[in-house]
């Protein structure tokens, strides 16, 4: 069963906008969470990853908004580009399975010009 | 893609026919992962290795198995390829585990025929 529920399947944004990705999970015990992006041909890149312990994290204009009581993050792409158009996943990982990740399906983003 | 090579990079198979994959990394990384990425199911989780001959199951490994007899190789074999074993297969490694900075390879187009 998906660990980690992604919405939505696909999202397109013009250029400039900000593509929101959202995930939620159930395990509590989950305590760090990435989230990759993936170009057609290309295996998964992190991008952003948070822990429990902050809300938010920022890295350029890439925002992971966290909320662990609704056990519920997000992904805000700001000043959105066509370069930006990917596949995104978001992830979770626990300590006790050799911290692999469990990932959300996926969100295919398209920026248009 | 952080001295992760994987091989072969498109294979054909028929049904029935054992297969293996090949991951190599130059890192020395400790914790190497198989996933297959299928459309609608985002990446799931095979196998892992934690060590030299020190592999567990992921979520979806009936059909499959691992082998990491040196910290730079770690095989996927599929006993008895099936038609729904068709999928794209990624090697990611990490250093410290946790499921932190997980670095994927360029992955392994599988179809069976």
């Known amino acids: 069963q998906q660990q980690v529920k992604q919405s939505p399947q696909s999202l397109i944004v013009q250029k400039g906008g900000i593509p929101i990705i959202n995930c939620a999970y159930e395990?509590?015990?989950?305590?760090?969470f990435p989230w990759y992006q993936q170009f057609p041909g290309k295996g998964p890149a992190l991008l952003i990853a948070i822990r429990p312990d902050v809300s938010e994290k920022k890295e350029g204009r890439f925002t992971i908004s966290f909320n662990k009581s609704a056990k519920q993050f997000s992904l805000h792409i700001m000043d959105s580009q066509p370069g930006d158009s990917a596949t995104y996943f978001c992830a979770a990982s626990i300590p006790n399975s050799g911290y692999a990740l469990n990932f959300g399906k996926g969100t295919s983003l398209l920026v248009t010009p | 893609d952080a001295g992760i090579t994987q091989s072969p990079r498109h294979k054909v198979t028929e049904t029935g026919t054992p297969v293996t994959l090949r991951c190599h990394q130059t890192e020395n990384h400790r914790y190497m992962y198989w996933y297959r990425q299928d459309p609608g199911h985002g990446l799931r989780l095979i196998h892992y290795s934690y060590g030299v001959k020190d592999t567990d199951k992921g979520e979806v490994s009936d059909g499959y198995s691992v082998s990491r007899s040196k910290t730079e190789d770690f095989l996927l074999t599929l006993e008895s390829a099936t038609s729904s074993q068709t999928s794209v297969y990624f090697c990611?490694?990490?250093?410290?585990?946790?499921?932190?900075?997980?670095?994927f390879g360029s992955g392994t187009q599988l179809s069976v025929l």
């Open positions: 990611a490694i990490s250093e410290r585990g946790r499921g932190e900075k997980l670095f």
């Open positions: 395990n509590t015990a989950f305590d760090y």
